[in-house]
């Protein structure tokens, strides 16, 4: 973004490399129309405080029509939008809005699957057995005498088998609900047809994507079994990287740097990184990081790897603490032990302390603000909310709950509505009932109350966001502060500390204090504190 706010076309080579990305959950980010869901009325209507907040950009999470059996992720068209959400016309709307504010806009795209709604898996229905609409999906006979055992052992990640069964007697594979049959990627309409949507989305002026299980589209045909816990047939097979070169040339198609960004979940950094060679996708979420515990040699460990894995392709390092699918940050930093995070283990109900998390999340701010890279701001951690586990099960959502029979709370905790204004619930989310429940004592998290206070969560995010840009060179170099410090320059003159140690510490050799994440004492760095400095 240039100094006056518009885009810039001289810099549109590199925006997305260090671009501040504030990711919107639309139906818990502000309702315009009073039905207590998030809309895009609501979205214009608050797009000051991400100007303010000065991020780069936006990415929308699935704004298209669907059932909302798994929050948007299952589509049902993929060229309109949600009625509940808006229309069309508003999303092209917003898209040029953002553009004159100087924020550029990202949309999700949902290739693995679709909705049971959509028009291509009904007529599938309809055909029945052998018929080509069958083919764009997979459908295949059971085991056992009677085909009455599903195809093979895959588990969906959200609970139970990964098939079910159709009257006609088949079965179909859907890696998430039941509700989100998996597309066949070897089937030629898919391919033509997500080829299609892309162009159909960037005609109309978006700036990129956000890939959906951009790992999972390809599937062994074979469709073996799997040990427990192996993704091999169904995630990272080779014949993605042909898409997403055929992708890449599409998006390179267009004027001013359109992007893809993969949302991959993959064991191995250096495979992930596979999928940033310079044809192929421009980044992908660093989940590596996102899952790492509160701990000073993990956490180098995981950036050295990053920073490394991704220098060899040539591609930027996107750094992310939470987004709508993981317990918030401030939740997980203010658990004993491992903050880490998978589909199966929530920790809910595991003590928290909301002042520890909360000190440790602002400092992880300023850490993931100034790492060289991209970074990633979900939605409420400017204001420094907190997983909301208490939500009644009759209100909860996610379709996580229902198919572990409870088992696994699910996302909803990281969806509650946004605290805007107001010292009672709605909180200035709009003028209905929040479709979840938000806590009373958000009162003192609104964005409004945190605004006037210069030591609030939002102060500190703009703070960063404000001076970033400048923090210097595209690398960093590690310092020597002491064994349970963390700390790195970046070149010309920015220092970096992070001090893990029970102690307060000295702090490295400045100049001039830029941004701390706490009050320093006596010029000593608190623990669980961070300091961005002038050499
Ligand atoms: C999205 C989830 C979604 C799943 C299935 C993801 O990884 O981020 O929210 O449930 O894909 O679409």
Known sequence: MTASGQLS???????????????VYIRSFADGNGDGVGDLAGVRSRLDHLADLGIDAIWFTPWYPSPMDDGGYDVADFRDIEPLFGTLAEAEGLIAQAHERGIRVIIDIVPNHCSDEHPWFRAALEAGPGSVERQRFWFRPGRGPDGAEPPNNWKSRFGG???????????????????????????????????DVLRFWFDRGVDGFRIDVADGLVKDP????????????????????????????????YTGERVLVGEMWLPDMSRAA????????HSAFNFDFLVCP?????????????????DDVGAPAAWVLSNHDVTRHVTRYGRAGDTGFSFAD???????????????????????????????????????????????????????????????????????????S?????????????????????????????????ASMLSLYRRGLQLRPSLGSASLAWLDAGPEVLAFTREPGFVFALNFSAEAVSLPPHSEVLLASGPLEDGLLPTDTAVWLRR
């Open 422 to 454: 107001g010292s009672a619930p709605p909180f200035g989310f709009g003028t209905g009932t929040p479709w979840l429940p938000q806590p009373d004592s958000w009162a003192a998290f609104t964005a409004s109350a945190e605004a006037a206070d210069p």
């Open 294 to 310: 509160w701990d000073v040699s993990r956490l180098r460990d995981v950036v050295t790897r990053t920073l490394r894995a991704h």
């Open 161 to 195: 088998s990964a098939w079910t069964r159709v009257p006609d007697g088949e079965w179909y594979l859907h890696l998430y609900s039941s509700r989100q049959p998996d597309f066949n990627w070897d089937n030629a309409d898919i391919r033509a047809e997500f080829e």
């Open 346 to 420: 929530r920790l809910h109900g595991t003590p928290v302390s909301l002042e520890l998390g909360t000190r440790r999340a602002r400092a992880a701010a300023l850490l993931t603000l100034s790492l060289p890279g991209g970074v990633y701001v979900y939605q409420g951690e400017e204001l420094g909310l907190w997983e909301v586990e208490d939500i009644p099960s009759a209100l909860r959502q996610d379709p996580v709950w229902a198919r572990t029979a409870g088992a696994d709370p699910g996302r909803d905790g990281c969806r509650v509505p946004l605290p805007w």
């Open 274 to 281: 596979r999928y940033l060679r310079r044809d192929e996708l």
């Open 9 to 23: 076309t001289t810099d549109g080579s590199t925006w997305w490399r260090s671009a501040a990305i504030y990711q």
């Open 222 to 253: 074979a469709l073996p079994d799997v040990a427990d816990g192996d993704e091999t047939p169904f995630s990272d097979q080779e014949g993605l990287h042909e898409i997403y070169r055929s992708w890449r040339k599409i998006a390179d198609s």
